[in-house]
């Protein structure tokens, strides 16, 4: 079969898509696009990105292409890489088959940190921020505990079911329940501590940034969008930290 | 000074972890912990010296969005790997926690009263942000006058 041939909204467009659905700015992967298209003499690309969708056209009266983006996750490793691949591009005049393969290699590229790294970290957070946060010692290791099990919960949840925010509420209240069981085992000096600390993890900080960042841009449809997106996991997290506190009052 | 020394570590600890949990290049682990760290020991200090917690955090987060321009033109990466990891530890968890806690007890006068609360940080959050893109925009221009 005949390879299609590589045209130059192509790869922008899969630029795009890699940074928009690694959590980039809207802004700067419009940036990133148009900086491409005119690498190969593009005099007036036209991009025009929001959280869920990418259009793109090579001129403001030809034709326009559209890419839906429906899966969204952090991975801000992906966004760097096309950052640099984007500077190479200018830099090099690469061919387009080149920038092309490179590109399709980097939407491939696996995480860096396993899973279980991963869940380390969040534990070591959640420890973390439960001293800085007014803790004593005695809070470390059960905010470790529920932490690291929290975060496992929501991204095992995150796989198997394909409804947002329902992750996030089932990590919060398995962080409620492993609290307060440790708190009632006589672990911890203070269940607000461990609680405060081990849902850190969960809560959504790149959506914030990048929100209010976005705003700044003037990008307003995305700035509003993702500060939805932050405020509905925000509660979603609250709600199942409530459920628990609903079912055994303390 | 312990206690110091405690927060220090804490903090390295807490906004490296985050990078990890991001998935931030390898690379750059390290300046997001020290970038996570200096931001949140500031903005202790300004709060164990009766500073208002609001102000605290607006001057952490421009502290924060200053050292991320910083690392983001040394290490030539984007600016959004370090703000993220330092901006973490100021976001008003605990009284978002606080706030929460009373909505499910009924009490919905302190609750509204910590909900104003959590939108004053937020705010002050988004003012060190906004200031790091001052700042960036006036080095630019300063430097395409140079030329």
């Given at each position: 079969m005949r390879k299609p041939s590589v045209t130059v909204e192509k790869i922008c467009l899969l630029a795009g898509k890699i940074m928009l659905a690694s959590g980039a700015e809207t802004y700067r992967v419009e940036d990133t696009m148009d900086r491409i298209a005119r690498c190969y003499g593009i005099e007036n690309p036209q991009s025009y990105a929001t959280l869920t969708g990418l259009h793109f056209s090579l001129d403001y009266t030809s034709s326009s292409y559209f890419l839906r983006i429906t899966k969204r996750a952090t991975d801000l490793h992906k966004i760097d890489e096309v950052n640099q691949l984007s500077r190479e591009i200018v830099a090099e005049q690469m061919p387009l088959s080149t920038a092309y393969d490179k590109l399709k290699t980097l939407e491939k590229h696996v995480p860096t940190f396993s899973l279980s790294f991963q869940v380390l970290a969040a534990a070591l957070v959640s420890g973390c921020f439960s001293l800085m946060f007014?803790?004593?010692?005695?809070?470390f290791l059960p905010a470790c505990l529920a932490g690291g099990i929290g975060y496992l919960t929501m991204i095992l949840f995150d796989k198997m079911i394909e409804i947002r925010f329902l992750a996030e509420f089932f990590g919060a209240s398995f962080v409620g329940l492993i609290a307060l069981s440790c708190f009632s085992l006589?672990?911890?000096?203070?269940l607000e501590m461990i609680i405060i600390g081990a849902v850190m993890p969960l809560v959504p900080g790149l959506p914030i940034t990048n929100a209010i960042r976005d705003l700044m841009a003037g990008h307003l449809v995305s700035g509003v969008s993702k500060g939805i997106e932050s405020l509905l996991t925000a509660v979603a997290i609250g709600a199942g930290i409530a459920i628990v506190y609903g079912f055994f009052p303390v | 000074m312990l206690e110091i020394i405690i927060q220090l570590a804490a903090s390295f600890i807490a906004s490296a972890g985050f990078g990890v949990l991001f998935n931030a290049p390898k690379k750059s682990l390290i300046p997001c912990g020290l970038v996570g760290m200096i931001g949140w020991i500031f903005f202790y200090t300004l709060t164990n010296h009766q500073v208002d917690i609001v102000a605290a955090t607006a001057f952490a987060a421009i502290l924060v969005s200053i050292l991320s321009q910083v690392c983001s033109r040394i290490l030539?990466?984007?600016i959004i790997i370090f703000t993220v990891s330092g901006i973490i530890p100021l976001v008003p968890g605990g009284v978002a926690y606080n706030a929460m806690r009373n909505f499910v007890e009924n009490d919905y006068n302190t609750a509204i009263q910590l909900s104003a609360q959590v939108m004053l940080l937020a705010g002050g959050i988004a003012i060190g942000l906004m200031f790091s893109q001052v700042i960036n925009q006036i080095m630019t221009k300063l430097q395409k006058a140079r030329q």
């Open positions: 007014g803790g004593i010692w005695p809070d006589g672990f911890g000096g203070s | 030539k990466r984007p």
